[in-house]
């Protein structure tokens, strides 16, 4: 299909290092060298065990006692609440939810594929997390070996392999591969590769038969992942870009693929899966709006975090001013590398097809706050960019008369030399980046057996995470829970209490709840609360009385049923990066906490 590869043997390499990049990706058996470099530069995930959702995976996949509840409100780990207002209510009830959670939330993704494997994992070795590490390395190393395969059904032997390199050393995949819970990205990415290299070749061959096994592929692709739309962008871009023939003719050959796309959108959303009501996921079939303006913002994040530095995620951790900057950043940089690549696109049209293809593969990456593990389907297109980028530098040796001609080099120089040395250098960094969430798992270990059968109220926490562990911990290893989990407050604010009755206090929070994005995940801050609303939970009624400008609350009235100095209740607030107890204030005293912020750290 390239139109690249008779151009590739212009002229020799210039320097010695490009002569011995053309002698390493002419090695035989080079997909598999490929996908033991891999899994070997991700390897280091073997020796740090689990974090997060995987603890949560621990449990619901478990015969504990309300594990198979919890499991059908997570959809397997694949969710967060379903859309029903009773079901949420008992998430709020039993401590796995904030007391604001949206009444009718709704976080409910289809991933059966990587269900599967997480049943096969927690039945066959539950208790070893380097076997599970080990298996999301092997579904990584298939998807080298597949990407390998469909880069050169693209781009012919050298430069396919080229690409397979890049793909390879990208660190952007270091994330997905060392944390067990996104397993199914690796998997939804192999078979949504499997479908692409079979569409390319069917068209090569002009096989009926081999398109058809391509439509199958991308059947069960979208079974597996959400993402896989991204693929169709890519074939929608091979039909624009690359296919000869009348649209008409194209168009047919797209036709299946859009008819399945639009089948599995409406049996998806009719068995009720999607998002809605989380600012971090938008079901863009859901809130088109909403989505669209989060794609302005993110897009450009995530172009700078699969082509340079600094990984998107950072966005969303940094301060505002910071993210500011960032964005800032990422928009002039996005300019300059479209520029970068004018040079090769004007005189190739394969070059347009992985742009327009990774383009449009970071519309379903924008759909939650931006990471670099997102971009799995995007950094296909940029690698096969990033290897005509080289062909034209390199092989073709054209002539840097022009100010573009040399900005292409500049540019494209930097962005190479990033994902040839930079990048294996940072993959097991970004391989053992879920371990920088360890300073939260001292939240379990401060809390003591005492609680036993009392009510434990966490007044301030830094993240979600921090008052779910402590349930899944003492679940999973068979302490003494709690009667009741009750959680006030999440994330950095400035909270005051001030006690106004013996059972009541009233929480100020100086910025007003959801103040940071990730504090979105329960509930949109732009869906405003009002002044009255109230909670009823068993022991405690909740009544917000003040609000911000936006409609986020900024005080609130916790009253209990009992009064505060009762041995049944335990009060817990966040300082020094684990809980402490806390003594309430007498009546008609206050008391500022300090933030309850996290230090994120290896």
């Not at 530069?41 to 959702?53: K, Q, V």
């Not at 070749?201 to 959400?226: D, I, K, N, P, W």
């Not at 349930?471 to 068979?478: A, D, G, S, T, V």
Request: aromatic letters at 12%; charged letters at 15%.
């Amino acid at each position: 299909m390239t139109d690249t590869n008779s151009a590739s043997t212009a002229a020799e390499p210039i320097t010695a290092f490009d002569r011995g990049l053309v002698r390493f990706l002419s090695r035989p058996h080079l997909p598999w060298l490929l996908a033991g470099i891999a899994m070997l530069l991700s390897a280091s995930c073997l020796f740090f065990g689990f974090y997060l959702d995987d603890h949560v995976g621990r449990y619901i996949y478990s015969d504990l006692p309300g594990a198979k509840h919890l499991f059908d409100q997570y959809v397997g780990g694949y969710g967060l609440a379903n859309g029903n207002p009773a079901d949420t209510h008992w998430q709020i009830e039993a401590g796995w939810a904030p007391w604001w959670t949206l009444d009718n939330l709704l976080i409910r993704l289809y991933r059966p594929f990587g269900m599967a494997s997480h049943w096969l994992d927690f039945r066959l070795w539950p208790h070893s997390p380097w076997a599970m590490h080990l298996h999301s390395l092997l579904w990584l190393g298939l998807l080298v070996l597949a990407t390998t395969r469909m880069y050169r059904a693209a781009l012919g032997p050298l430069l396919g392999s080229l690409a397979a390199l890049l793909f390879a050393l990208d660190h952007t995949h270091g994330f997905v591969a060392g944390y067990i819970c996104n397993r199914h990205s690796l998997i939804t990415a192999l078979l949504g590769v499997l479908c692409l290299d079979q569409h390319l070749r069917a068209y090569a061959a002009r096989s009926r038969l081999q398109q058809l096994f391509a439509y199958a592929l991308y059947a069960v692709a979208l079974t597996s992942g959400e993402s896989t739309l991204a693929i169709l962008g890519y074939i929608l871009a091979h039909a624009l870009c690359v296919e000869r023939g009348g649209l008409f003719v194209r168009g047919l050959r797209v036709l299946p693929y859009l008819a399945i796309t639009v089948v599995g959108r409406i049996l998806y959303t009719r068995a009720g899966y999607g998002a809605f009501g989380s600012g971090l996921y938008i079901d863009p079939g859901r809130d088109p709006v909403a989505y669209a303006l989060a794609l302005l913002e993110r897009a450009p994040i995530l172009v700078l975090g699969q082509f340079l530095a600094p990984p998107a995620e950072l966005y969303s951790v940094w301060p505002a001013s910071w993210a500011r900057v960032m964005l800032v950043f990422a928009c002039v940089f996005s300019a300059l590398f479209i520029a970068a690549l004018w040079p090769l696109l004007r005189r190739n049209r394969t070059a347009w097809f992985w742009l327009l293809g990774a383009l449009i593969s970071i519309v379903p990456a924008a759909s939650t706050y931006p990471h670099n593990r997102q971009l799995l389907f995007a950094s296909f297109g940029a690698m096969g960019l990033l290897a005509q980028l080289w062909n034209l530098h390199v092989l073709e040796q054209q002539n840097a008369s022009s100010g573009l001609m040399r900005l292409s080099q500049a540019v494209g120089g930097v962005v190479f030399f990033v994902h040839v040395i930079i990048s294996p250098l940072v993959m097991p960094v970004s391989t053992n980046e879920i371990v920088t969430t360890a300073p939260l798992f001292r939240a379990p270990a401060s809390i003591t057996d005492e609680i036993d059968g009392r009510d434990v109220v966490f007044v301030t926490a830094p993240d979600y995470f921090a008052v779910k562990l402590v349930q899944l911990f003492r679940r999973l290893e068979h302490k003494p829970l709690p009667r009741r989990i009750r959680a006030l407050g999440f994330g950095p604010e400035h909270v005051t209490v001030q006690r106004t009755a013996a059972d009541t206090l009233e929480l100020e929070y100086a910025e007003g709840i959801l103040s940071t994005p990730f504090m979105e995940l329960y509930r949109d801050k732009r869906i405003p609360m009002q002044r009255g609303e109230r909670v009823e939970l068993e022991g405690l009624s909740i009544e917000v009385l003040e609000l911000t400008d936006d409609g986020r609350a900024r005080k609130v009235r916790f009253q209990f049923d009992m009064p505060l100095e009762s041995r049944q209740l335990d009060f817990y607030y966040w300082s020094g990066g684990q809980f402490e107890r806390l003594v309430v204030p007498a009546l008609g005293q206050r008391r500022a906490l300090p933030p309850a912020t996290l230090d994120l750290h290896f």
